[in-house]
């Protein structure tokens, strides 16, 4: 596939089928990840692949997370938003945590946050390439329980939750224009400094 075809074929997909996905496939992934820009290659992300019940237990953390933020869980609405949040984790045939290694140097730590998000880019796109359907999470980051879970250390950050597997849904996609969004700039107003 061609990355232009990857890029605008790539879309938010909740629904699988269930069918496991091969490590080969999700190791192809990965190596797709690593290959994004980062500042003085620090290399900063990190990967934890789930699958089977690990995947299940995540997907019940998730639930409970939001859980306990509800007033009333056990309202009708409450019942089936609890289903639903648990199913669209559950319901994926792996998911990858992606974590960034925090810096103490503020400019490094947020240059390594922006790299792992460039590295989730390029795992969404081979995910594509790969005829994966693909979502992007990340609600359940900061949530204490799942992090213990994780074994994520203290000096990383969850930057996402990738939702993996194969589907029979696709959506249409719609982006506004670029031309609407883009300035150019070919004179400065300013004398150039030297």
């Not at 031309?179 to 107003?189: A, G, N, V």
Request: hydrophobic share 40%; glycine share 4%.
């Amino acid at each position: 596939m061609q990355v232009y075809d990857a890029i605008r074929q790539r879309r938010t997909i909740k629904q699988y089928t269930g069918r496991s996905i091969p490590r080969e496939v999700i190791e192809r992934l990965l190596d797709a990840a690593v290959w994004a820009p980062n500042h003085h290659l620090t290399e900063p992300w990190r990967f934890t692949v789930l699958t089977a019940d690990a995947k299940d237990h995540l997907a019940a953390l998730r639930r409970q997370q939001v859980q306990e933020a509800m007033a009333d869980p056990t309202t009708a609405g409450a019942r089936t938003k609890l289903d639903e949040t648990y199913r669209k984790m559950a319901g994926a045939s792996a998911l990858v945590v992606v974590t960034a290694k925090r810096a103490l140097d503020p400019h490094v730590d947020e240059e390594n946050r922006l790299a792992t998000a460039a590295a989730t880019q390029n795992l969404l796109l081979a995910a594509t390439a790969e005829g994966l359907a693909s979502f992007w999470s990340s609600g359940v980051a900061p949530y204490p329980p799942a992090r213990a879970f994780l074994a994520v250390p203290d000096d990383e950050v969850i930057v996402a939750v990738v939702h993996l597997g194969y589907t029979e849904h696709g959506h249409p996609g719609r982006r506004r224009d670029a031309r609407e969004l883009t300035r150019w700039l070919d004179h400065s107003p300013e004398p150039a400094l030297v």
